[in-house]
Structures are given as structure tokens and as C-alpha cells.
């Protein structure tokens, strides 16, 4: 029986949680169960969460499946992107370098800023009278 190389890791952007398995295969990519083109209408995301891919030039060498959740298709797209980049760099010392090279395995750690008490909002006051 052959076993199947199945490397996982885990990404988070903002409120967005992704976990993301790769295994080698033919490029398949899966999101929530549902097609890639189908979860990530936008251009720019798809793009985003494939850059990992691109710069290691394994496009067509692993299936990607991805649960991911929270936040809003930006932060989940930015989530998957850092967890697949994770599981790359798993894979192979010299794609490790590459990733880090393009700044792919650094978390962004900016999240919203909670509301104030007393305020409009995070920073705004309310409109301060004299009289």
C-alpha cells in the first residue's frame, strides 16, 4: 500500500482562521468544499492565495484542501495564504527560504482595535462643546 504525504499548517489574518492540508497531486484546490474560483469571486484573492505557489513554482504539484473561518474573503484569503505557505515550507528546506524571501510565513499581526468606552469609536471622540 503506498501512503500519502499529507503536510498541514495553519494561518490566521485578522478574525480569519485557515487550516490548510497539500498533498502531491494535480493542482486541485478545494475551500470549504466548494471550488476555489467558486468561494473567491475576486481576482485579486485568488491571485493572493496562490502567490505562495507561484514564487516556488508548484502550481501544478499539490492538491490544496482549506477550512477556513471568521472575518471577512480578504482576511480568510490573506489566512490561507500564510497556512499554505506554512505547509510549503514543511515540505522542503529550499522552498522555506524562498517563502521567507517573499515574506509569506510573516503573520500580520493588525487586527481591529476594540471600541472605547465614552467614544464614538476605536479613536474618534465625540464632538467635544465649550458652551
Do not use: H
Not at 497531486?25 to 467558486?38: A, C, D, L, P, Q
Not at 471577512?72 to 524562498?98: E, F, H, N, W
Request: aromatic content about 6%.
Amino acid at each position: 500500500m503506498v501512503e500519502v504525504v499529507k503536510y498541514a499548517a495553519t494561518g490566521r489574518r485578522k478574525c480569519a482562521v485557515a487550516r490548510v492540508n497539500i498533498m502531491p497531486g494535480t493542482g486541485i484546490i478545494k475551500v470549504n468544499k466548494r471550488s476555489f474560483e467558486g468561494y473567491f469571486a475576486a481576482e485579486t484573492d485568488r491571485i493572493n492565495v496562490l502567490a505562495p505557489l507561484e514564487v516556488t513554482n508548484n502550481l501544478d504539484k499539490f492538491d490544496m484542501t482549506a477550512k477556513v473561518s471568521g472575518g471577512g474573503v480578504a482576511g480568510q484569503a490573506d489566512a490561507i495564504k500564510l497556512a499554505l505557505s506554512r505547509a510549503l515550507s514543511l515540505c522542503d528546506d529550499d522552498t522555506k527560504s524562498l517563502l521567507k524571501k517573499a515574506k509569506f510565513l510573516t503573520r500580520d499581526a493588525r487586527i481591529k482595535e476594540r471600541m472605547k468606552p465614552g467614544q464614538k469609536g476605536a479613536r474618534k471622540k465625540f464632538q467635544w462643546v465649550k458652551r
